[in-house]
């Protein structure tokens, strides 16, 4: 009778705890237990088990389920497809769905001791019971989450009456007796029976000139030595606590640069033009898409460097760290208010010019390195402001310079400008004439009368700006009546005339070689 009124109690979920037995819920075997054991404290009275049926069936295949098998389904599983939200990231990490800037935490630095600040014995000390503080529960440590634990008080996984047990009284998914053998990886090998990122022919990469690995050659100066000439992880001096590892130092060669960039030594990573074979267009260097630009700042090959709200745009930007995926135009335009924001580069008056040759339908290439210039030349890296394209280009190269306030600091004087010019001439290889306007939108003196925006508004500048770029776009159609080298417009700048309607705030100079602009940096000077 009372063996028949407590299985009628756990039939229908009720927990019953009293001098005489305790009853566990049906709960619990809904969970996944395979077993429930009623405990007795009457003595006497024998305590049943009751088994429960939920089991997981395997497949005839060995699969914990049907839906896992290929060979159950008839068709390959398909892998799982992460999905993205439509700037090609997750969803989480995108700061244009989420609408705020994502902030990454940062590790919190190490003590002085070179250990974890919250589990360091030196910083905080051992307790009255021998124990660190962090971990001494006597001291108020906060415990770890207890393991579950089956009726028996055994992992579940590892009792052998909670889960079915083979004749030997072993755990059947682990008895070897029963046939239970573990997997072996299988281990791809190369064409050359080796490994194939330890194949010095198929991984070539890998492998320095002395037929080493490079990782580890102390010759080349590889990642893994350390600043004591030996491997990182077996040197003794680098795993001291309380040492600190300095910067690492690059091997130079016997012309004193760094091994893989030097041109004269000839390393494997330099081409047969003297250049990084990855950046080499003529060896076919993989940096280079089908569009003939890099890679990462090709909008249809990737760009990973471009920004990712504006790289379909006509003038994409690079993304910058400090705005993560976001360059600082689109981070101020987005989020105003951030104080990353404040910081921005500003370039309104250069942006405002912008507008205005959009407004006129000029078309122009803005803050990019000169087009069609010489790339082997190491003066190829100035980048105009803005480069005009018009239908005579191929005969006359026009540039708009915007020099706010003149150019008139301490780190950029005349001098640095005219230097900058000739670069850019230089990397020309002086096949066209090169026309340059320099606009200046601030205030400026003619003579003795200063011309602030109130007297000369930019409206008219603009307006003063056009007329000239105009005039020469349609010169340009004859390309002898320009200097053969540079020929230089500078609109609203400082000059000594007498009147201001004389020289209209226009006034232009020519160099026709390399001389001239010689004689002009002396005389600034």
């Not at 320095?208 to 040197?235: A, F, P, Q």
């Not at 790289?311 to 995926?325: A, F, R, T």
């Not at 770029?469 to 230089?488: G, I």
Request: proline share 5%.
């Amino acid at each position: 009778m009372l063996l028949s009124f407590l299985l009628g109690l756990f039939a229908h979920g009720t927990r019953v705890k009293t001098g005489f037995v305790s009853v566990m819920e049906k709960d619990d075997i809904s969970r996944g237990l395979t077993s429930v054991a009623i405990a007795s404290t009457h003595p006497g009275v024998v305590a049943p088990i009751i088994k429960s049926n939920n089991i997981r069936s395997k497949c005839p295949h060995g699969k914990q389920t049907k839906t896992r098998c290929a060979e159950c389904l008839g068709h390959p599983i398909p892998k799982l497809k992460i999905k993205k939200c439509p700037h090609n990231l997750r969803k989480s990490q995108c700061e244009d769905c989420i609408g705020h800037p994502i902030t990454k935490q940062t590790p919190a630095p190490p003590c002085e001791h070179g250990r974890q600040k919250s589990r360091c014995l030196e910083c905080h000390g051992v307790c009255e019971h021998g124990i660190g503080k962090w971990r001494c529960l006597d001291c108020g440590a906060t415990p770890r989450k207890p393991e579950k634990m089956c009726p028996h008080n055994k992992r579940k996984s590892r009792c052998i009456e909670c889960v079915d047990g083979c004749v030997y009284g072993r755990i059947k998914n682990s008895c070897k007796d029963c046939g239970f053998e573990k997997k072996k990886a299988v281990i791809k090998k190369c064409a050359h029976n080796k490994i194939k990122r330890q194949c010095d022919v198929c991984s070539s990469h890998n492998y320095c000139i002395h037929k080493r690995k490079l990782y580890t050659c102390v010759d080349c100066r590889g990642g893994g030595i350390c600043i004591h000439l030996n491997v990182k992880s077996k040197c003794k001096e680098c795993q001291k606590p309380q040492a600190k590892t300095p910067k690492r130092i690059y091997k130079n060669c016997v012309h004193d640069i760094p091994m893989n960039n030097c041109k004269l030594c000839g390393h494997q990573k330099i081409c047969v033009h003297g250049k990084r074979l990855h950046l080499c267009r003529e060896c076919g260097g993989n940096s280079f898409c089908a569009c003939g630009r890099m890679k990462n700042t090709c909008p249809k090959h990737g760009g990973i460097a471009l920004c990712i709200n504006c790289i379909n745009w006509p003038d994409p930007q690079h993304k910058n760290p400090e705005y993560g995926n976001y360059c600082a135009r689109c981070f101020k335009n987005k989020w105003p208010e951030d104080p990353k924001s404040k910081h921005k580069r500003q370039k309104v008056k250069e942006d405002r010019v912008k507008t205005f040759l959009q407004e006129n339908d000029i078309s122009f290439v803005q803050d990019r390195a000169v087009l069609d210039r010489d790339s082997s030349c190491d003066k190829s890296t100035n980048r105009p402001d803005f480069q005009v394209q018009h239908t005579y280009q191929e005969l006359v190269s026009i540039y708009l310079e915007i020099d706010e306030s003149q150019h008139q600091t301490r780190s950029y004087t005349d001098t640095c400008e005219l230097v900058r010019l000739n670069d850019i001439a230089i990397s020309h290889q002086y096949r066209r004439p090169i026309v340059v306007l320099r606009y200046n939108p601030d205030p400026f003196t003619v003579g003795s009368h200063h011309i602030t925006c109130k007297q000369l508004s930019r409206d008219n500048k603009e307006k003063i700006l056009m007329q000239q770029l105009k005039n020469v776009m349609q010169a340009a159609a004859f390309p002898e009546t320009f200097p053969r080298l540079l020929r230089v417009i500078k609109i609203g700048y400082n000059c000594m005339c007498q009147n201001t309607t004389g020289c209209g705030f226009v006034h232009l100079t020519d160099y026709e070689d390399q001389e001239s602009i010689c004689r002009e940096y002396d005389r600034m000077q």
